[in-house]
């Protein structure tokens, strides 16, 4: 599919168009309608939806093993990794600043 059948496919029905590219993101709540003009100027989108951007972010592809990730591991080089490596060391690291735990500017969590 190139790009004049993904416009023409917008042009032809936006809300199908919408509705048909959420379909790429994990919802909590899935959406009934792309775009909610009821307040026009104002404008919003898949506002009966909910979402957990974190996982769809990064969480979900976690799962995916073969996933790779760029990780700077310094400022004139840069190293990869497996993101499933990289995400306990990245939990700990959040659950110790929500705990109010404050870690040293620059610090990087330990890999495990």
Known sequence: MG???????WTADPEAFWMDAAKAIDWVKAPSKALDDSRAPLYEWFTDAEVNTCWNAVDRHVERTDAGAMR????TARSRANLKRLHMPSLRTARRA???CSLPVGSQPATA
């Open 3 to 9: 790009y004049k059948d993904v416009y023409g496919g």
């Open 72 to 75: 700077p591991s310094s400022t």
């Open 98 to 100: 929500s705990l109010g």
